[in-house]
């Protein structure tokens, strides 16, 4: 829960009224320390600065912290000393074993008694879980987060970022939070699901960039521009949007069977899959993530999907 100093209603209505509400509004901003001025820890931490929240930085590699103290922030020197100066206390390093490395030691894991753990480092529902359960022992509250962004997103209306944790600790620091992107969202109290649903994203993003890695690989082999290429993507990406779409609406609902709505079955994909990979064969492109693409795809097929809608594959990556 935030903590810090409350002021009556009465005390602020008296204070508004000398003029000085702007030093109310001031004093109830909670303290904010930031733990990694890696490029996302910076991003984070300058956003908070421009909302005008009191900030303490620390950085394991001192010399990262000076961009920040020349934007206001103070440094501390030691990970205790940063935890002592804040209420909430933002993490972002590189994984969760950073993260218990930091909070863990016998010298810090006593300051977080009554603090909030922001936790943005990217990682496993699991790490998510395991890690707001010792947080909760040290008597800290916690929130665990998933950014889906660049750091040049953070602190602006498009920044995406997933929370999730104690709604309490959502609703009661959401000012902070929007201060972090104009898309924040609190998608439930269980402490995995911000980190479960940003590997589903990135499996999104990946399939993406890998699918471009092929792209490229075959419009170089083919001595096909690659200024071209980019062209071709802008004008089919809405397309591929669509379909994206569409396998995740039907897979939802379980309409596997082609109808009416149905926009290809496997059978077309298929087809237009082995010319890939007959033309990816021919120009020895590597083909180790294609070959994943084949095996499914005769999964599929092999179990009597071939003119069903191409959402049937869904049911072949399926955990066990
Ligand atoms: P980065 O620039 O490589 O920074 C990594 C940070 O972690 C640095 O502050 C580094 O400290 C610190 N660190 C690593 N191991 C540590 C340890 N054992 N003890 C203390 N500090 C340690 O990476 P980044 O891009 O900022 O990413 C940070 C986190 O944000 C990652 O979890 C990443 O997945 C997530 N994220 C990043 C992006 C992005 O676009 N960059 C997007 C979404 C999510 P030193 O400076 O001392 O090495």
Redesign the pocket.
Known sequence: MRTGRHHTSGQRRQNERRGNGWIWRLAMKPSISV?????????LARALLEAGYRTTVW???AQ?TAPLAALGASVAPSVREAIDAAEIIVV????Y??TS??LRGSDVAPGLAGKVIVE????TPDGARETSRWAKAQGAGYIDG??????DFIGTEAGTILLSGAPELYTGNAEVFRALGGNVQHLGAEPGLANALDSAVLALMWGALFGGLHAIAVAEAEKIDLGELGRQWTATAPVIEGLVGDLIRRSNAGRFASDAETLSSVSPHYGAFQHLKALMQARSIDRTVIDGYDVIFRRAIAAGHLHDDFAALSQFMRAA
Do not use: E, F, Q
Request: aromatic letters at 0%; a positive charge.
């Open positions: 733990l990694g001025m890696g490029r996302m820890g910076s991003a950085n394991r590699t990262k972002n390093v590189s994984d074993g950073a490395a930091l943005l480092t990217s990682g998933a950014i889906l962004a660049t750091p």
